[in-house]
């Protein structure tokens, strides 16, 4: 006993030892974080559209028709604030734009170009993906940017960051615009989309998409395009 | 900050996307004119001796980026050029062959002392379309044989169609034709032409020199003073050894062994070119199609600004629709570039693991090999000194 004793301040050493070193050793299967790249919420997984959260292309049309008729209509009773267009009654001013590009014709847009009800999104240390069916996918690199990843005779797109929000800009020929900007909660749980349209100049068409994660079955394929032989496909992962 | 952050970005990216499609265009940059359709001057006979010269075609260099470096992601591009600096000085060296007016013709990753013409080219154009090279020949004595540009374009006609060359293996020539076959044509047919231009017996010199340049790199403790250089870089023989001087033939044993080993890296280059060249023409059909089409969306493009002044919602989605489209097929066009980097990299990956002993890339074995020999070289002559540290590389 006088043994144990003798060597207990030892053994208490010790087990304090290995206790403090525990959450060490835990914290070797962290990742490391490289601080010399920004931190970014993480966007990536399956997400599919919540219609319920989600703006409807006539609801928002109408909104900002009555809008713009309440402006009409104080204009009419002099209690213009003086800014903004000068809108009759009559005509509320649907030719928004200097070339007359009519904000239905926005809104109408904003739905053809918001029309996918699933995306997936790939996000590694460096890059950010948003794949969408029919469309090619936006792609971006998390630094700060803004970076330009497309340019054509048709049109050019830019990308970067507004914070933890993602910013796509694309610019179509006679000035016509058009703004994408994800956002994801913290959670994890929702995305959301901001879809801005404008021409010349003119005030914007806003249209908001919500999505909500999913878990997408698993490819039964994993495919890589090759050159010589086409595309090559080998067994994926089977499910557990 | 970070409401300045917050106001300023959104500004920034405003900003840059209305600069990216109207900003100043790029210098123009002087276009050679085209080669032309090349008949290959090909010889039947043996040549003589003094023709005989061996040719050394070095690894090209890239002369131009392949991308314009702006837009995100146009790296892979690069990747592609850096592949293409390996496979088509081996397609000028099966030119040079075939034409059956040289001696041996081979590839290497290093400026060599063995050779008796040297030619060095960088890459300033390739795609599907066009292929520009710089390209410049230099004999053992100084003496420019070629410093020149030479441009070649394709037409639908030169590419066999993606399925053919799928199904086709390397046998089959026909179908792995070389769509820019007259640039290289006119490149041989030019260094003929300034051969051509030399009398015996300064072809005859040329063989000289090089015996000697490759000997005062192995000791030239004992042979620099057979060579003088003068101002314009040219190089002549002083003096020459007599014909049994046991040094000299041990160099020209030296040079034996050296041949055997720039046989065998010229062997790699073969083998690379051999796993490259199916994907490589299937890659610049694509590209072909690909210049074709942004031709033709850029017309299109032209073509709207005349034609189309509407605004309503149907041409606001073609407009829509037209650069859809033509990201989605640049995406595919970046894909497949991926694709054949992704082809390349296992046969770029072998090409530099290739020589037992060695190490580091084919450039850098070869470095190896040459301090190798001058060593060994050394030991054979009897002076076992270490070597300078002038000589190490």
């Given amino acids: 006993m006088a043994y144990s004793f003798r060597n207990l301040p030892f053994l208490v050493s010790l087990a304090a030892l290995l206790c403090l070193s525990m959450p060490v050793l835990a914290q070797d299967d962290l990742p490391v974080l490289d601080l010399n790249r920004p931190l970014r919420l993480d966007f990536s997984g399956s ?16 909104r900002m ?22 809108v009759s009654l009559g005509n509320i001013n649907l030719n928004s734009g200097r070339d007359g590009v009519s904000i239905i014709d926005l809104a109408r847009l904003a739905e053809y170009i918001s029309r996918q009800t699933t995306l997936n999104i790939i996000q590694d240390e460096e890059h950010i993906r948003i794949e969408r069916r029919g469309e090619a996918p936006l792609i ?50 929702q995305l959301r989309v901001l879809t801005s349209i404008s021409s010349r100049g003119s005030a914007p068409f806003n249209l908001t998409q919500s999505f909500t994660p999913y878990d997408e079955p698993a490819e039964s394929f994993d495919c890589v395009l090759t050159l010589s032989r086409g595309r090559v496909c080998s067994k994926g992962t089977p499910l557990p | 900050m970070n409401l300045l952050r917050t106001l300023c970005l959104p500004a920034l990216l405003v900003v840059l996307a209305a600069c990216s499609s109207s900003g100043p265009a790029p210098a123009p940059v002087a276009t050679p004119p085209g080669v032309g359709d090349v008949r290959l001057q090909q010889s039947t006979g043996t040549p003589v001796a003094e023709q005989v010269l061996d040719i050394g075609v070095l690894v090209f260099a890239n002369g131009a980026s392949a991308s314009d470096g702006n ?45 008796d013409l040297l030619i060095s080219g960088a890459i300033l154009t390739s795609d599907g379309t066009g292929l520009v090279l710089q390209v410049h020949a230099e004999d053992s004595t100084g003496r420019v044989w070629l410093d020149h540009t030479y441009r070649d374009s394709t037409a639908e006609t030169d590419f066999p169609q993606v399925r053919e060359l799928r199904r086709s293996t390397a046998a089959e020539a026909r179908v792995m034709e070389e769509p820019f076959a007259d640039l290289y044509a006119q490149i041989a047919n030019d260094l003929l032409n300034a051969r051509q231009q030399l009398s015996t017996a300064q072809l005859q010199e040329i063989q000289q020199v090089s015996l000697l340049v490759y000997a005062n790199d192995l000791a030239p403790e004992s042979f620099a003073y057979m060579l003088e250089g003068d101002d314009a870089g040219r190089i002549t023989a002083a003096s020459l050894p007599a014909a ?33 060249q199916s994907p490589y023409l299937i890659w610049r059909r694509y590209s ?12 299109r493009a032209q073509g709207q600004g005349k034609y189309s002044s509407t605004s309503g919602y149907l041409t606001l989605t073609q407009r829509y629709d037209r650069y859809r489209w033509s990201k989605i097929y640049e995406q595919e066009f970046r894909e497949l570039a991926s694709s ?12 530099n693991q290739q020589v037992r002993g060695l190490n580091g890339t084919l450039e850098e074995q070869y470095i190896q090999w ?23 590389d």
């Fill in chain 2, 244 to 276: 049994n001087d046991p040094m000299m033939a041990r160099v020209m044993d030296m040079r034996r062994r050296h041949y055997l080993f720039i046989d065998t890296v010229d062997e790699y280059y073969e083998a690379l070119h051999e796993q490259m």
């Fill in chain 2, 288 to 299: 072909f199609d690909q210049e074709l089409e942004e031709q033709r969306a850029l017309d």
């Fill in chain 2, 370 to 392: 040459r301090r190798i020999l001058r060593e060994l070289f050394r030991l054979e002559t009897g002076d076992i000194a270490p070597l300078p540290a002038s000589q190490q």
């Fill in chain 1, 47 to 62: 997400w599919e559209k919540d219609f319920g959260r989600s703006d409807k292309w006539e609801d928002e049309l109408g």
């Fill in chain 1, 65 to 86: 028709l009555r809008i713009r008729q309440e402006q009409a209509a104080r204009q009419q009773a002099g209690l213009s604030s003086g800014s903004g267009p000068a």
């Fill in chain 2, 340 to 351: 054949f980097n992704r082809e390349a990299a296992p046969a770029i990956l072998e090409l």
């Fill in chain 2, 71 to 115: 837009r995100f992601g146009d790296w892979v591009y690069d990747e592609v050029r850096e592949n293409e600096r390996h496979l088509l000085p081996f397609t000028l060296r099966n030119t040079l062959l075939e034409s059956n007016q040289w001696g041996a013709v081979r590839v290497l990753p290093q400026s060599d002392p063995s050779v």
């Fill in chain 1, 140 to 189: 971006c690199s998390l630094e700060a940017g803004p970076l330009e990843t497309f340019s054509s005779p048709h049109g050019s797109e830019i990308c970067g960051w507004d914070q933890q929000q993602l910013v796509f800009v694309i610019t179509l020929p006679d000035e016509l615009v058009i703004r994408h900007r994800f956002s994801v909660a913290a959670d994890h749980e």
